[in-house]
């Protein structure tokens, strides 16, 4: 079983790595299974369509994204509880090939607006983006918040021939974010004290 796992992740990441490179509409499957060095019906296997493999993308995504929601729906709205958040995002975007999908995903966005799996994405980045305040905050309070995840998404395109290691990239981004949050709180804390 361990290596069906193996075989889909493989596919996902060189499918993930032609989408990026060619786009999603000039990739075929053929190509895919040309560069993973297998038949198209092995490919087959495991995804029918181009369409299933960017599914299987989102799935994946969604499903680490939720593990972090239903944490965080647990907890206090605490500002500490919105530090582990963006700390486990960050930590989900360096150990999956979340940054990776999220470039694919911006770069291919006309091709992939109609796509079904999209809009749960969209709900469930919602969903992060007001576990980061509370609803009641000041809007400036809540768009620092929201500010703070974009910055976990920003640092993979700012100056990607810069040198830059992954876990660069992860820090720089994760102290803005915390920053932006911390800053957002005490300005939450001076609204209500007003």
Known sequence: MREQGDTRSRIQQVALELFTEHGYEATSLREIA???????AALY??????EDIVASFMEDRAAALQEIVTW?????????TRREVLRR?????????????????????????????SER?????????????????PLPVRVKCSVALFAMHATWFIDQDGGYTDDERTDAALAVAL?????AAAEAERSVTR
């Open 72 to 80: 965080a729906q647990g907890q206090p709205r605490t500002v500490e």
């Open 89 to 117: 995002y960050a930590a989900l975007m360096t150990s999956s090939r979340h940054h990776q999908v999220m470039r694919f995903l911006e770069r291919n966005q006309t091709a992939l607006r109609s796509h079904p799996k």
């Open 45 to 50: 296997y495991h995804f029918k369509t181009k």
């Open 34 to 40: 040309e560069r993973l060095g297998v038949t198209k």
């Open 121 to 137: 994405m969209r709900e469930i980045m919602y969903t992060v983006m007001d576990l980061l305040s509370s609803p009641g905050d």
């Open 179 to 183: 920053e932006l949050v911390e800053s």
